[in-house]
């Protein structure tokens, strides 16, 4: 009996800290998406990404992910591409973020997001700390692998953290339909 009660009380710990850490890992649905500007390239070619800029076309699909080229952040990049023209007939735009090999992302946003949509660098993780995405790795602070929706007056629809891949671009397609659907005007043909 003493050991039931050790293991709930532990089990309930656990849990009440794991619900802490979620809570804490990322901006909640609701949050104003904080503003930002970075650096990036489309199609291998610079430019500046605004999310005020991007925010007056409709949703933004932001999807952070921890390094260009690394294996996850290549399927994760695949599989948004592929989404990318989905996203934009309901007047979405895709924009991934990385803290990991920021000196890449010309050459990722050709080769593995296959010309479709903007990649930025975010040096130090600045952004991605903004938005409490942020992990340790081999002594870096990186993003992680979070994808948010955010409508066009700031707020966040989604905020999803897994640092499996597979399951970012369906969530951030479900979103932006439900926002969509609610907001028929933003979509494009």
């Known amino acids: 009996m003493k050991r039931m009660k050790h293991l709930v009380c532990t089990l309930t710990m656990a849990a009440a800290l794991g619900l802490s850490t979620s809570a804490l890992a990322a901006l909640p649905v609701g949050a104003k998406a904080p503003n930002f500007e970075l650096q990036g390239a489309l199609a291998g070619k610079p430019l500046t990404f605004s999310l005020q800029q991007a925010l007056q076309k409709g949703p933004v699909v932001l999807y952070f992910f921890p390094a260009a080229f690394s294996k996850g952040c290549t399927l994760e990049a695949h599989d948004f591409a592929e989404a990318t023209d989905n996203f934009k007939k309901m007047g979405a735009t895709v924009v991934g973020v990385t803290a990991g090999n920021t000196d890449q992302v010309s050459d990722f946003s050709k080769l593995e997001c296959r010309d479709k949509f ?17 992990m340790q790795m081999k002594g870096k602070t990186l993003s992680d692998r979070t994808s948010y ?9 989604l905020s999803y953290t897994d640092r499996n891949p597979d399951t970012h671009i369906e969530k951030a397609l479900a979103a932006v339909k439900q926002y969509s659907d609610a907001h028929p005007q933003t979509a494009t043909n």
């Open 149 to 157: 929706v955010i409508a066009p007056n700031g707020d966040i629809l």
């Open 118 to 134: 903007t990649v930025a660098a975010d040096p130090g993780a600045k952004v991605a700390a903004e938005y409490q995405t942020t």
